[in-house]
């Protein structure tokens, strides 16, 4: 995977992961089943962008192909 196709998907996967956590947070007070899980989908979401970015800030020359 290219370096900026990784930084692109890193940060999608950030704010798309906020806003369901977000959501989920509103949600919560109406239906607590389908706000927490949207609560636990933002924050799995969220933290896979942040590994993201971790795993581009450690890729060398090598992998740019």
């Known amino acids: ?3 900026k196709t990784v ?3 890193a940060w999608l ?3 798309s992961g906020l806003l369901l956590l977000s959501l989920g947070l509103f949600l919560r007070r ?3 089943l389908v706000g ?3 609560i636990a989908a933002g924050v799995a979401d969220a933290a896979t962008g942040a590994t ?3 795993w581009r ?3 060398t ?3 740019l192909e």
């Open 36 to 38: 927490w899980l949207l």
């Open 30 to 32: 109406s239906d607590d």
């Open 13 to 15: 996967l950030i704010y």
């Open 57 to 59: 800030s450690h890729m």
């Open 1 to 3: 995977m290219k370096p």
């Open 52 to 54: 993201l970015i971790w």
């Open 61 to 63: 020359d090598d992998t």
């Open 7 to 9: 930084e692109a998907l």
